[in-house]
């Protein structure tokens, strides 16, 4: 990283920052150009500079949530394990994580007016935890001799499945508690890929 | 039905049908036992003698518009086919009904302060809905020799799965146009019920 990247990537660390402060004071729809300039002690003009648009500060506070939830699953995953297993473990502690964290789930994945914006410089994180989910399922057809297209449309059933349980769960749209939804996605991932299940 | 019982419907019909005009002129936060009252011609004390709380008022009418959905399910799905066929043309039917209605997903699934009445009397289209599919589940247990445990399994999958797929699109967490969207279900279901293929 040049000395002008590391400049940038700091500044914008000061704007993200800034954010994060009024989402936890006033929560996300408090939030304006003209107060995360404010707060970070710049003048507005430079969110556009370093972030194009506000969308593109709101998805590097997105994504800087989200290197919480990848902080959380690299220290889950760092076990050596068969790609299937491994697959259950990672979903599960996704899952676990955002259950835990109700809040940066909402501010994530619950939130209507958010136009993400798709610059891997901006979203380093998001890119990262879907680089693992997908070359987990390339593992998958690798190790267990799953033909790759059968392990696309599993990565595709499972996070489905997974979004939907979450958002039901959100929504109290089932009444599972927190040990129970967690309970069914094991289950239900040890169905969809038996290999996933724990060694006797 | 008494004739009570049906002074009973026919009065709740009205704070429904109050209900509702008031969340198509003005959104459902608008939404309060004095406004209802008002547009209803009543007491709001009345309200809560016919649904006991703002709650039960608000189930009704989520119910309300849940009729609508299982007129369009029964509608299409008065085809006699096998159980596995059937699940799957339901399941696009009640996701195309959804995508084409943005509105009433958000109003019954993206509400997050909506405490759903579990009565009966008041919800009495979810429960049918709900009835429906449990049953054709039990169906493609006696008719395709799956397991009843596997069923049981199937139907939480593919219902997550669904909600998950109608979510994402909502918050635009996925970038399928609903043709996209519908196909994968498709695709998916064939996957988990091979049996859900359509004959050559």
Redesign the interface.
């Given at each position: 990283m040049s000395e002008k990247e590391k400049r940038i990537k700091k500044r914008r660390e000061y704007f993200i920052r800034a954010a994060k402060e009024i989402i936890d004071y006033y929560g996300v729809k408090a939030l304006s150009v003209r107060k995360v300039a404010e707060q970070a002690g710049y003048a507005p003009a430079t969110i556009y500079n370093y972030f194009g648009s506000m969308d593109g500060l709101l998805s590097a506070v997105m994504d800087s949530y989200a290197a919480e939830a990848m902080e959380w699953l690299r220290e889950k995953s760092s076990l050596d394990l068969p790609a299937a297993r491994k697959i259950k473990v990672l979903y599960i502690e996704f899952a676990r994580f955002f259950l835990e964290k109700p809040d940066l789930f909402k501010i994530i994945?619950?939130?209507?007016n958010?136009?993400?914006i798709d610059d891997a410089d901006i979203i380093p994180n998001f890119k990262e935890m879907y680089r693992l989910r997908i070359e987990l399922f390339q593992r998958l057809s690798l190790e267990h001799g799953y033909e790759s297209e059968?392990a696309v449309?599993l990565e595709?059933?499972i996070?489905?499945?997974?979004?939907?349980?979450l958002?039901?769960y959100?929504?109290?749209?089932s009444n599972n508690t927190k040990e129970e939804l967690l309970d069914?996605l094991r289950?239900?991932i040890e169905?969809?890929i038996p290999e996933a299940r724990d060694s006797e």
């Open positions: 994945f619950m939130n209507e958010l136009v993400v059968t449309k595709r059933i996070t489905s499945m997974l979004f939907g349980m958002y039901s959100y929504y109290s749209t069914e289950l239900n169905y969809l």
